[in-house]
Structures are given as C-alpha cells and as structure tokens.
Antibody, heavy 119, light 107 residues
Framework: EVQLVESGGGLVQPGRSLRLSCTAS????????MSWVRQAPGKGLEWVGF??????????EYAASVKGRFTISRDDSKSIAYLQMNSLKTEDTAVYYC??????????WGKGTTVTVSS | EIVLTQSPATLSLSPGERATLSCRAS??????LAWYQQKPGQAPRLLIY???NRATGIPARFSGSGSGTDFTLTISSLEPEDFAVYYC?????????FGQGTKLEIK
C-alpha cells in the first residue's frame, strides 16, 4: 500500500525550531518529488515547498512566507522527506501534510501532523 | 505570483443536482490546473489534473474543463459524499498556489 506518514509535530515556542519527517512506503521514494502543504485551523490549503527527485537535482522551491526559515531535504536511503522549520512564528500553526508529486499532481497525501506555535 | 480565485465561496445544493465550481487565475496557467476535494478531518484528495483529466478512481460524475485563466469543476449529479470543500491549484509557475476553496454544502 502506498503510504505517507508525517511525524514530529507538537507544541513549540515562537522563535524555536522543529523538524517534521515524512516516511514513505509502498513505492520507490527516490523516483518522486515531494511537497509539503499546510492548513491553519479553519483555513484553506497553503503550499509550503517542494523538493525534486535526485534525478532532477534534488533542488527545492519554497513559498515566500517560509523562504529562508524552512528547509526541505530528503534521505532516499530511508525513504524520508524532512521539513526543518526555524524561527517559528505563531502564524506557522497548522496541520502539515506531506504529499507525493506525480506528473498528475499531488496524488498521495499523508494524514498530517499538527504544529502549534505558542508561548 | 499567480493568484487563484475560486467562486462561489459557498455553494448550497441538494443531492442529485448539478454543481459548477469556478477557478480563475490571475495569469495564464495553460492547462496546469488541478482540483482537490477535502472532507472534514481528512487530507485532501486529487480529483482532476491538467484541467480535465480524472485522477485514478475518481467517478465519472466529476469533470473539469478550461485552459488559460478560467477553469470549471462540474459534478453532474451530487451524491451525499460529494459535500466537501474543493480547492484548485496551479502547477504552471512557482510558487504553487491554491485557491481559497469552495465549500459545497447540503441545501
């Protein structure tokens, strides 16, 4: 079964850091690009960032709201994508989803992990 | 940065009726537009890719159309499980943007 499982969410103080993980199974992780999408409480979806597969350089793209603070990386040997979040703000409070990127779009989603930034 | 505007914000219809949801882009995205469905407490699900192609397992009552800046998601005859929030998203340019969503509710 193709599956993505996010972990690492929790309560963190403003200004601190947190790293989310997305563990993939059921497919060849290294063949795919991956994205992170977030959803603040009661709000819509916000695209956070993207990492290409190694075949396409493994490079990244970010939303303006997180650029310079968030970093996406991947470990293909472990089938894990990471979202390193630094200098967290209260407005980063959200459910964070990991998604698989196919040419068709975001075709597989995890269930999400909740990040709460509060003092 | 491309902005996607969805309308209406809320659509109230009854089962069996036809639903028409709109997504307008601030500049051309060619056909690189997808539609996602999200039910309460669940992750979104890909419905339509490249404006008019149904994703795997999506029922034929869902269809998409449009190109350039104007796109439509049509649900031909609403089933009870179709009442949800629908988002469009472009993958033509960076950053990838979502529309603000249309809530399809039971009348």
């Amino acid at each position: 079964e193709v599956q993505l499982v996010e972990s690492g969410g929790g309560l963190v103080q403003p200004g601190r850091s947190l790293r989310l993980s997305c563990t993939a199974s059921g497919f060849t992780f290294g063949d795919y690009a991956m994205s992170w999408v977030r959803q603040a409480p009661g709000k819509g979806l916000e695209w956070v960032g993207f990492i290409r597969s190694k075949a396409y350089g493994g490079t990244t793209e970010y939303a303006a709201s997180v650029k310079g603070r968030f970093t996406i990386s991947r470990d293909d040997s472990k089938s894990i994508a990471y979202l390193q979040m630094n200098s967290l703000k209260t407005e980063d409070t959200a459910v964070y989803y990991c998604t698989r990127e196919e040419y068709v779009g975001m075709d597989v989603w995890g269930k999400g992990t909740t990040v709460t930034v509060s003092s | 940065e491309i902005v996607l505007t969805q309308s209406p914000a809320t659509l109230s219809l009854s089962p069996g009726e036809r639903a028409t949801l709109s997504c307008r882009a601030s500049q051309s995205v060619s056909s690189y537009l997808a539609w996602y469905q999200q039910k309460p407490g669940q992750a979104p699900r890909l419905l339509i890719y490249d404006a008019s192609n149904r994703a795997t397992g999506i029922p034929a009552r869902f269809s998409g159309s449009g190109s350039g800046t104007d796109f439509t998601l049509t649900i031909s005859s609403l089933e009870p499980e179709d009442f949800a929030v629908y988002y469009c998203q472009q993958r033509s340019n960076w950053p990838r943007a979502f529309g603000q969503g249309t809530k399809l509710e039971i009348k």
